[in-house]
């Protein structure tokens, strides 16, 4: 069953909410694997969340699944900076991108879930939903790509305009 037009509905009303209600579009100006923006990676990892989930036909909440995507990340400083760094980033980002997260939105338990433990198996405690599983698997699955795949803009240009999504 393609309910991708399902997804992608939702995916606007979410996006669109993030973009004009909160900081979310200040990660446009964060790094976050290789020259690939913290914005454009959540969007990334949202979009394949959704192709995962209706690829292999799993029963979701597309909306908390779109917006722990989004926000999984929502950490907002460059860990690049070796001026300021914050150890551990691996470990702690996701505490910090509740915490960000949870001051702007009333989440729910799967969008708190997804943001948490989406850095499993580096931290050591598994997501409690499915939601949060697929997220953690799209968000290895892209970091991979844009850290060692090629024509990555091509692509991410390609889901921008199948979402309807202007980058500015």
């Not at 929502?74 to 910090?96: C, T, V």
């Not at 939903?129 to 997220?135: G, L, N, Q, T, V």
Request: proline share 5%; aromatic share 12%.
């Amino acid at each position: 069953m393609n309910r991708i037009p399902e997804f992608i509905r939702d995916f606007s009303e979410v996006i669109n909410e993030l973009n004009n209600k909160s900081r979310f579009p200040l990660t446009k100006e964060f790094i976050q694997h290789g020259d690939i923006s913290v914005y454009e990676h959540c969007i990334f990892v949202a979009y394949m969340s959704c192709q995962i989930a209706n690829k292999l036909n799993i029963k979701v909440d597309k909306r908390s699944l779109i917006r722990g995507a989004l926000l999984h990340d929502y950490f907002l400083y460059d860990w690049h900076d070796k001026n300021k760094p914050i150890k551990l980033h691996g470990f702690r980002h996701p505490k910090i991108a509740l915490r960000n997260a949870s001051e702007e939105f009333d989440l729910n338990e799967k969008e708190k879930d997804i943001i948490l433990h989406h850095m499993f198996p580096l931290n050591p405690i598994p997501p409690a939903s499915k939601e949060a599983w697929i997220i953690c698997l799209a968000d290895k699955i892209c970091a991979t790509r844009e850290t060692f795949g090629s024509q990555l803009y091509k692509q991410i240009s390609s889901i921008y305009r199948h979402l309807g999504i202007i980058y500015d």
